[in-house]
């Protein structure tokens, strides 16, 4: 399958590159002649991965899609700039952009495929994660009297938008709702299995006809994180804690259990010689994700006397993945599955996926939003902040849709948040009490105990202005906002109280060693 490799990235002012294969094509985006010519090709492109499509299954299938969605919003925004008045046109060059960096992203696998032992010492920047160093303000400010730039709002943009009242957001349903929604005790079907990267298992079920997607992982962290997420103003995909879903028998769902996409790295020297391949995808044995299997005459089995009783040979090693290893009577005996607790999040059909957007790219690290969620990601303690775990989407009418950059995985926190590869998300143990210290000179930020996996770009190039500036949203939280939205998201009624007093405490001391000590947080502006 031939997939339309595309890059976005400065060449010179607004240009952008596609490559396909070993072609490229570069585009004045600024020039109607450009655009054009972009246009064109663009239009080639998008037969091509519909060709794709056609010829494609399970992950390749997801991607050409993507391909194809990207492509054509691509030709969209290009043909309405070309229409556009002068004054309209940066806003649509800066979404075509946007996408454009999508398409090439969503290609880019978590890690690289080979690694040559001469270039590891210079990965060893990789170890160096700064957070909260930048000097240089914000690059997306209004204009305004007020020399506290820490005031300010971001113009309008896709990553953020001003949330209407904090304090009165019902932070148990989250995401806007007024109850809890789907699968409380209906019996769903399996649907499809996890293709894509991840290290936690997976897959989705149709619920009444509703698609819903099963993450056997951050089962709680990820609830309870994006709800924060979403109430300070960001796009965050509405997630939520299961004690278990309920699922028709289906063999595919042990067949298919480990179909994610194999993530590793090839480790060669002098470039051709290998000597070892790091494999990070765990496989997981299916059976331990059933907490029962309920069968036709009210009787119910663990999953561990379902595998015993299903399969003929229980202790081979993947039997599941033989198909003559099942017997057919007892599957004829089985009402239904219930799953061990998962996270769950229910897919919208006016919502597509193009790709990930990626903290260091285009001006993304100049953002005040982007910058100052650094601050609240060091607050929950969420490390796994890497462009896989963002996306940018399409929402709205197919032929209109809006781009909207959101952060789609915040799993990877609440827990240990720093060390070289010590993280361990869901801990309220470990779960450090403060994360700031008091600021050495007056424009100093001093974040401690936190490290992002990956070199961050936007949350390295924060200041001072920018943590202040979300340091005042966060405070506008309640303490039981704060206690409705863990208890939602599943924890222990012990675990709730500890991870209460933890963040309130790291808030207190966030508040005081950023200098906001007396200012009134009821008020939107935050004054003394």
């Known amino acids: 399958m031939i997939l339309a490799f595309l890059c976005a990235f400065s060449l010179k002012a607004r240009e952008v590159e596609l490559r396909l294969g070993k072609d490229r094509f570069q585009f004045e985006v600024d020039s109607e002649a450009g655009l054009r010519r972009l246009d064109q090709e663009v239009s080639g492109l998008i037969a091509q991965e519909r060709t794709n499509s ?34 309209q046109r940066h806003d649509l060059i800066d979404n075509l952009l946007e996408i454009t960096a999508a398409v090439n992203n969503s290609q ?55 949330p209407a009242d904090i304090p009165s957001e019902d932070l148990s349903n989250g995401f806007g709702r007024q109850s809890f929604p789907f699968i409380k005790g209906e019996i769903c079907d399996y649907d499809t299995p996890k293709e894509s990267y991840g290290m936690n298992p997976g897959y989705e079920v149709n619920c009444n006809g509703a698609i819903v997607k099963l993450k056997f992982g951050e089962i709680s962290s990820e609830p309870f994180v994006t709800r924060i ?8 995909d509405a997630t939520d804690y299961s004690p278990g879903v309920k699922v028709h028998y289906d063999r595919r769902i042990f067949q ?20 070892y391949t790091m494999k990070l995808q765990k ?80 001006d993304h690290a100049g953002r005040r ?39 789609s995985d915040l799993g990877g926190g609440m827990g240990r948040t720093s060390g070289l590869f010590s993280w361990h998300g869901e801990n309220a143990v470990a779960f450090p009490w ?8 007056p424009r100093k930020l001093r974040i401690t105990g936190y490290k992002t996996i990956a070199p961050n770009p936007a949350f390295a190039a924060m200041t001072l202005d920018d943590a202040r500036w979300m340091a005042r949203l966060i405070a506008q939280l309640s303490e039981n906002q704060i206690v ?20 309130l405490n790291r808030r207190e001391h966030m508040i005081a060693d950023l200098g906001l000590g007396g200012e009134d947080f009821s008020r939107p502006d935050g004054a003394p």
Do not use: C
């Not at 910058?371 to 209109?400: E, M, Q, S, Y």
């Open 434 to 441: 403060t994360f700031t210290r008091p600021s050495r000179g």
């Open 484 to 503: 409705a939205a863990l208890t939602a998201s599943g924890y222990s009624p012990e675990e709730v109280r500890l991870y209460t007093k933890k963040l």
């Open 256 to 275: 298919e259990f480990n179909s994610r996409r194999e993530v590793k790295t090839r480790f060669t020297f002098l470039g051709f010689l290998p000597f």
């Open 54 to 87: 056609a010829h494609a299954s399970g992950f390749l299938l997801s991607l050409a899609k993507k391909n194809h969605r990207g492509l054509a919003e691509m030709q969209r925004l290009a043909e309405e700039a070309l229409r556009a008045r002068e004054s």
């Open 369 to 407: 939003e982007v910058r100052g969620a650094g601050l609240l990601a060091a607050w929950v303690g969420f490390f796994d902040a890497r462009a896989d775990n963002t996306r940018v989407r399409l929402v709205g009418p197919k032929k209109h849709p809006q781009a909207v950059n959101y952060f």
């Open 108 to 162: 880019r696998p978590p890690l690289p495929a080979r690694l040559d032992v001469l270039q590891m010492p210079f990965g060893l920047w990789q170890m160096f994660r700064p957070v909260g160093r930048g000097k240089a303000p914000a690059t997306d400010l209004p204009p305004g009297s007020s020399a506290d730039l820490s005031r300010r709002d971001p113009l309008p943009n896709p990553f953020w938008r001003r």
């Open 283 to 362: 496989r997981h044995d299916p059976f331990d994700y059933i907490a029962q299997a309920v069968l036709r005459d009210g009787r119910a089995w663990t999953g561990r006397e379902l595998k015993e009783h299903l399969l003929r040979d229980s202790v081979r090693p993947r039997g599941e993945m033989a198909a003559s290893n099942f017997r057919p009577e007892v599957e004829a005996q089985i009402a239904y599955l219930l799953t061990v607790a998962a996270n769950v999040q229910a897919k919208a059909e006016s919502v597509k996926s193009v790709g990930p957007w990626d903290y260091g790219q285009l």
């Open 229 to 236: 997420f979403w109430a300070l103003g960001f796009h965050a």
